[in-house]
């Protein structure tokens, strides 16, 4: 693929089945219409993200967030999720993996000028179609069914999941602490030396 660069990708149409293929059917089907849908994208900023995302939770209308991602995107879907966990106690989740059909689209790069060559000629087009997986993640306030698979009940305690260690022992500024070890290496007293070699 180095003769040729990438135009274009776009979710390839789906063929039905269970994953559905209409515009609103998603991996929850049955949501509230005043449910939030959070778009996670490879280059999206995560603090964006949960600005948006904490303020629209915060809005008493709001019942329900869905944090979807697909390709690289995952990992950041999961770390929104988990990060607004942390933010409002309380949330019901329910996790949804999938894999959707991206069609890409390459052109192949114009050689280098040669002679013969008429600058109108066609350029050779290629299309891969790839199956990347997709994850969505349904955060919400209300109860939901945990017989569901996927279904995470909420944390009972929202806060730091283990306490900061305390010191051990108390050093004085100048000493290393345990384990720490000085990038110096000891060197032997001059006389030592001396000593070793005439005994």
Known sequence: ?????????????????????GPGSGPFADLAPGAVHMRVKEG???RNLMAFATASMAQ???????????????????TCA?????RLAGLHQVTRLRYRSVREVWQSLPPGPTQGQTPGEPVASLSVLKNVPSLAILLSKDALDPRQPGYQPPNPDPGPS???????????????AAGEGSAKRSQPEPGAADEDRTA
């Open 82 to 86: 988990e990060i607004l966990k942390r």
């Open 162 to 176: 283990s306490p900061p260690a305390a010191p051990t022992s108390k050093r004085s500024l100048g000493e290393p």
């Open 60 to 78: 008493p209308a709001t019942r329900a967030i869905v944090f979807s991602g697909c390709g690289r995107a995952t990992t950041k879907t999961v």
């Open 1 to 21: 693929m180095e003769n040729f660069r990438k135009v274009r990708s776009e979710e390839a149409p789906a063929g039905g089945g269970a994953e559905g293929g």
């Open 44 to 46: 999206s900023k995560i």
